[in-house]
T-cell receptor, first 114, second 114 residues
């Protein structure tokens, strides 16, 4: 089975801090994604990557950046955390190419910014 | 731009009964893929069922089936013989062929009553 591992289930940080959320997948997937999940808003795409060192902005990239130095790892960075970034963050991965391939998700990181 | 709409924020069903969750989407594409994902409380999001737009036959996975109406742009999920373990958030998702992006609806919370 595909395993997508997010480094933390729960994280508490302070405003202004630089925050790193890590995600690792073990199935050699080309595509990796970071979503933010808020009640009533569903999943909103922050960034995605289709190859090492390649990234594209999603729907809500402001205040975030990403890094993909190795195929299996995709990091989300909050440059200067703010309280409105308190949310559940989900990482996902999928094979490239065939579009009927589903995404595989991690357990999520519930991030609180105080 | 493509959109996915889940008009039922919350639904309830009696154990062993059947329930249908609604999903509509808007697209000008002809080749795309549709997915239903399940997110149990505090657990990982997993794929329930997928449908290729070019297939006329509705997808079925055990107790889960879809009613795919391409002309109406409707993709509803039917859960038969509901079980307590079916209680979860359900998300409908769309992906156009040849793109990396998945577009998610806002979710429907399903409660199963004993």
């Amino acid at each position: 089975d595909v395993k997508v591992t997010q480094s933390s289930r729960y994280l508490v940080k302070r405003t202004g801090e630089k925050v790193f959320l890590e995600c690792v997948q073990d199935m050699d997937h080309e595509n990796m994604f970071w979503y933010r999940q808020d009640p009533g808003l569903g999943l909103r795409l922050i960034y995605f990557s289709y190859d090492v060192k390649m990234k594209e902005k999603g729907d809500i990239p402001e205040g975030y950046s990403v890094s993909r130095e190795k195929k299996e790892r995709f990091s989300l960075i909050l440059e200067s955390a703010s309280t409105n970034q308190t949310s559940m963050y989900l990482c996902a991965s999928s094979f490239g190419g065939a579009s009927n391939q589903p995404q595989h998700f991690g357990d999520g990181t519930r991030l609180s910014i105080l | 731009a493509q959109t996915v709409t889940q008009s039922q924020p919350e639904m309830s069903v009696q154990e062993a009964e059947t329930v249908t969750l609604s999903c509509t989407y808007d697209t000008s594409e002809s080749d795309y893929y549709l997915f239903w994902y399940k997110q149990p409380p505090s657990r990982q999001m997993i794929l329930v069922i997928r449908q290729e737009a070019y297939k006329q036959q509705n997808a079925t996975e055990n107790r889960f089936s879809v009613n795919f109406q391409k002309a109406a742009k409707s993709f509803s999920l039917k859960i038969s013989d509901s079980q307590l373990g079916d209680a979860a958030m359900y998300f409908c998702a769309y992906r156009s062929s040849g793109t990396y992006k998945y577009i998610f609806g806002t979710g429907t919370r399903l409660k199963v009553l004993a």
